[in-house]
């Protein structure tokens, strides 16, 4: 199974900031990688796919790159409503696996 | 578009369980649709992928043998039935649509739709 590990787990910043996640797969993905938000008591959110294209309706603030085993999600200017969980996923195999989440606080 | 997840409880130890989700505003047959589920905690793990004619399944290595995954698109219904529940089966599941097939062929997608989630406690 494809792994993937993100970092950091945990990231401290204010509104305003401009924060990154990074996120490594265990062996080549080509762009096959999407980033979810979670907040508590709702369902996750689906922001970017395909590495880099946004989701309709996400804020172009949130900005994906990356392929093969490296991928970054870059928030710019973060917004109260942006304190969350973040997760990468890849979907380049049906078994698709998640990031262990990295929490924006 | 909506996905409402259903049948989830508290359970004993070695006990079964089917959950059920129900789809609506799309085209149900057009997707394929998985199983994600949080345990208290802790992060997301994909439980369970099904296409939409039902063609692939895959499972998760954590519940493999353990769990069927199951369609009726003729009612937009899809169904995860789980055997010999164990404690770390516990937590939150949802139902998600993702990826679709076309041409004979099924391919992988992001996870885009999303239901609330339904509540597994085993103990």
């Known amino acids: 199974d494809i792994q993937m590990t993100q970092s950091p787990s945990t990231v401290s910043a204010s509104v305003g900031d401009t924060i990154s996640i990074r996120c490594r797969a265990s062996?080549?993905?080509?762009?096959?990688l999407a980033w979810y938000q979670h907040k508590p008591e709702t369902a996750p959110k689906l922001l970017i796919y395909?590495?880099?294209t946004l989701q309709d309706g996400v804020p172009s603030r949130f900005v994906g790159i990356g392929s093969g085993t490296d991928f970054t999600l870059t928030i710019r200017g973060l917004q109260p409503d942006d304190f969350a969980t973040y997760y990468c996923q890849q979907y380049a195999s049906f078994s698709h696996t998640f990031g262990q989440g990295s929490t924006v606080e | 578009e909506h996905l409402v997840e259903s049948g989830g409880r508290l359970v004993q130890p070695g006990e079964s369980l089917t959950l059920s989700c129900a789809a609506s505003g799309f085209v149900f047959s057009d997707y394929s649709m998985n199983w994600v589920r949080q345990a208290p905690g802790k992060g997301l793990e994909w439980v369970a992928y099904i296409s939409s004619l039902s063609g692939s399944i895959y499972y998760a290595d954590s519940v493999q043998g353990r769990i069927s995954v199951s369609r009726d698109n003729g009612h937009y219904l899809v169904f995860l039935e789980m055997k010999n529940l164990r404690g770390e089966d516990t937590g939150l599941y949802y139902c998600?649509?993702?990826?679709?097939?076309?041409?004979?062929?099924?391919?992988?997608?992001?996870?885009?739709?999303w239901g609330q989630g339904t509540g597994v406690s085993v103990s």
């Open positions: 395909q590495a880099s």
């Open positions: 062996q080549p993905i080509s762009s096959f």
């Open positions: 998600v649509r993702g990826g679709y097939c076309h041409g004979g062929r099924c391919f992988s997608a992001a996870l885009d739709l």
